[in-house]
């Protein structure tokens, strides 16, 4: 046997043991128990039939959370961040003009990515803790006619939920293609991709689905779908959707190979999908508006703000909360992590050193754990040192 001569030596890595904390912030969220075991489904290859029920189950999964009964669904291998960058580089290409309603950190994300494509962006903007009226997003598109609009339904760095209903219209009369971000709101807050004229949609795993990050569904409508057939630029050769389409059989049993697939990931998603279909989505949602609504009266109780004045522009999965004068956000959450074992995080983007946010979704949307947070918030309130 030849010998080698390494240059770099074995590393120990040692078993670690911790106490998971429970995840209450805007994301990751903890995983359902039969998420956790469905990653452990044994590995399986396109070369077996049961790849494609897998796909199938999947993808007929998510018409039901997007309502939608459009073909072109699938998921895009990538976190939340991926299924942006798959909207908006299939959608949009060089020199076309993307309209962003910007009211959080996500819609800046939209602008970086679509610069990076040569995509020109306008960016309106309304006050983080607010959203747009739809006569605000129609002057707009009058005024610009871009080639789509991108908004965010739930913004979890502002804690607000945008009104989406009729919106596609709007944007189909000024000749403009409607992109939404659903990665924090999708199954605890209703949405409607069809009823709702929306042309792109993505959402992901770790958030209110409570499973695990990096894979993230996303749809198309036919309109969309027509635009992707017919365009002139290419997008990254991995987030193209004609080519993802036929991975995931989107028009027939096409089984092209793209790349490998996350068989865990795929288990995990299908297994979400099944624990949806399970409870049913108006269930669903109204389990995160009871739970929410549970949660807000213990922090009116302790005479905590809101960060959102309107409460019907609140999100039913995270919350943002203005703490008393004097008291430092990073201080007050860490206090609430290091006793409590509760994870909450304080702000991000426009929401830092002004907000705490605490996220009550998917597995973790029980009036149990509401009061588990609502109890620690209480505790904390009472360390004269967090001031
Ligand atoms: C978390 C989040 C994202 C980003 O998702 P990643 O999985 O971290 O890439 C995008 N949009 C919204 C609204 C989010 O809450």
């Excluded at 120990?12 to 990751?28: A, V």
């Excluded at 795929?266 to 108006?282: D, G, I, M, S």
Aim: positive net charge; contains cysteine.
């Amino acid at each position: 046997m030849a010998t080698y001569e390494l240059t770099v030596s074995a590393p120990n890595i040692e078993d670690r043991s911790f106490t998971k904390p429970l995840l209450c912030g805007p994301g990751p969220c903890d995983l359902w128990p039969s998420v956790s075991e469905a990653l452990a489904k044994p590995v399986i290859t396109p070369l077996c039939d049961e790849h494609y029920n897998v796909i199938d189950d999947i993808r007929a999964g998510l018409q039901y959370i997007f309502q939608t009964r459009n073909k072109l669904v699938y998921a895009v291998s990538g976190s939340g961040h991926s299924g942006m960058e798959t909207i908006i580089s299939n959608l949009l290409g060089p020199n076309e003009v993307l309209l962003i309603a910007s009211r959080g950190i996500w819609d800046q994300r939209a602008n970086i990515i679509a610069n990076r494509y040569g995509i020109k962006t306008i960016i309106i903007s309304a006050p983080f803790n607010t959203t747009f009226s739809h006569d605000t997003l129609e002057v707009a598109l009058n005024k610009h006619k871009p080639t789509a609009l991108f908004i965010t339904h739930g913004d979890s760095s502002t804690g607000t939920v945008q009104n989406l209903k009729g919106l596609g219209e709007i944007c189909h009369r000024h000749g403009a293609f409607l992109l939404v971000d659903t990665v924090v709101s999708l199954v605890g807050e209703p949405f409607f991709m069809d009823d709702w004229g929306v042309d792109a949609v993505y959402t992901s795993t770790q958030k209110a689905l409570s499973g695990p990050a990096g894979i993230s569904p996303v749809a198309f409508s036919q309109f969309a779908a027509d635009k992707i057939n017919n365009r002139k630029h290419e997008p990254p050769f991995y987030f193209d959707a004609k080519l993802l389409a036929q991975q995931w059989n989107c028009y027939g049993n096409t089984r092209q190979y793209h790349h490998t697939l996350s068989l865990p990931l795929l288990w995990a998603l299908r297994q979400c999908l099944r624990e949806v279909a399970k409870e049913t989505l108006p269930k669903s949602w109204a389990r995160h508006a009871a739970t929410t609504a549970h949660f807000h009266r213990r922090i009116q109780q302790m005479s905590l703000q809101f960060l959102v004045p309107k409460p019907e522009d609140r999100l039913a999965t995270v919350t943002t909360i203005v703490l008393p004068n004097g008291y430092d956000y990073v201080k007050f959450y860490k206090y609430i992590r290091d006793k409590y074992n509760i994870l909450i995080f304080a702000g991000l983007g426009p929401t830092v050193g002004k907000a705490l946010r605490i996220g009550l979704m998917g597995v973790n949307s029980t009036i149990e754990v509401a009061d588990a947070v609502a109890d620690a918030m209480m505790g904390a309130l009472k360390v004269k040192s967090l001031l």
